[in-house]
């Protein structure tokens, strides 16, 4: 078993599991009941999903190309992650990944200007099984 991290709106990979969204808002013009069927997601979990000010941090740093910009993003957001919430949803995350398939994801293209890498690595840091 493992954790995938996907792009959310993507087709699944066999055996993915639960899917959930790691993402500050809800996909736009996509009914509730349509999100799963979409391949959205099954669970929304913005618990995870940069503060809006930091999202809009990290949009800033995307658009400039500056690297400095998207690690200090980086550090932002993994601050946010260390806060006691973030903290246990990240390890608890961790410890299902040895006990079933799951999948997070977020709607960006490339992944590594993206939370999703940074998720990637603080699960991997907790010991979790994560997929290539």
């Known amino acids: ?5 996907v ?3 993507s087709d699944r990979a066999p055996g ?12 736009r013009g996509v009914p509730k009941t349509e999100f799963a069927s979409q391949n959205w997601y099954d669970v929304w979990y913005p ?6 000010e930091t999202m809009k941090q990290a949009q800033a740093a995307q658009a400039s190309g500056v690297p400095a910009q998207w690690a200090a993003f980086g550090r932002k957001y ?3 992650m260390a806060e006691a919430d973030a903290s246990r949803s990240l390890d608890l995350l961790a410890a299902l990944s ?3 398939a799951l999948s997070i994801g977020c709607y ?3 992944e590594a200007r993206c939370h999703r890498s940074f998720l990637r690595a603080l699960l991997l ?7 290539d």
């Open 108 to 110: 960006c293209e490339d």
């Open 1 to 5: 078993m493992a954790i995938r991290i």
């Open 98 to 100: 040895h006990q079933t």
């Open 125 to 131: 840091e907790r010991g979790a099984d994560v997929a």
């Open 16 to 27: 993915e599991g639960l899917r959930i969204g790691t993402v500050r808002r809800p996909p």
């Open 7 to 9: 792009r959310l709106g």
């Open 47 to 52: 618990n995870l999903a940069p503060s809006v």
């Open 78 to 80: 993994k601050s946010e």
